[in-house]
Nanobody, 122 residues
Framework: QVQLVESGGGLVQAGGSLRLSCAAS????????MAWSRQATGKEREFVAV????????RYAESVKGRFTISRDNAKNTVYLQMNNLKPEDTAVYYC???????????????WGQGTQVTVSS
């Protein structure tokens, strides 16, 4: 089992920045690709970004490219999501996830955190 705990969410004005963190425990962190997904109220969960086990490869949803950056620190068992130039449409619960694969079918990662709320006001 992998336990994931997100932090760093909050309320920010449009154009502002937030950095989310996700602390992992339970298994060897560097064995897993790490991802962020989000779910807005009344909408389906959507993929945001993923980073490979070593951090050498990352991929992003088109809606966040150029604004969000995913990174990881394997020594600290932590993955981050730096979010800049936030927009009201970025408002959602953000979830950290882990899997052996970077992009499993349907982005259905094996392990999920409990989520952290990000609210962007206009």
């Amino acid at each position: 089992q992998v336990q994931l705990v997100e932090s760093g969410g909050g309320l920010v004005q449009a154009g502002g920045s937030l950095r989310l963190s996700c602390a992992a425990s339970g298994r060897t962190f560097s064995n897993y690709a790490m991802a962020w997904s989000r779910q807005a109220t009344g909408k389906e969960r959507e993929f945001v970004a993923v980073i490979s086990r070593t951090g050498g490869i990352s991929r992003y949803a088109e809606s966040v490219k150029g604004r969000f950056t995913i990174s990881r620190d394997n020594a600290k068992n932590t993955v981050y999501l730096q979010m800049n130039n936030l927009k009201p449409e970025d408002t959602a619960v953000y979830y950290c996830a882990a899997d052996f694969e970077m992009t499993p079918k349907g982005y259905e990662y094996d392990y999920w955190g409990q989520g952290t709320q990000v609210t962007v006001s206009s």
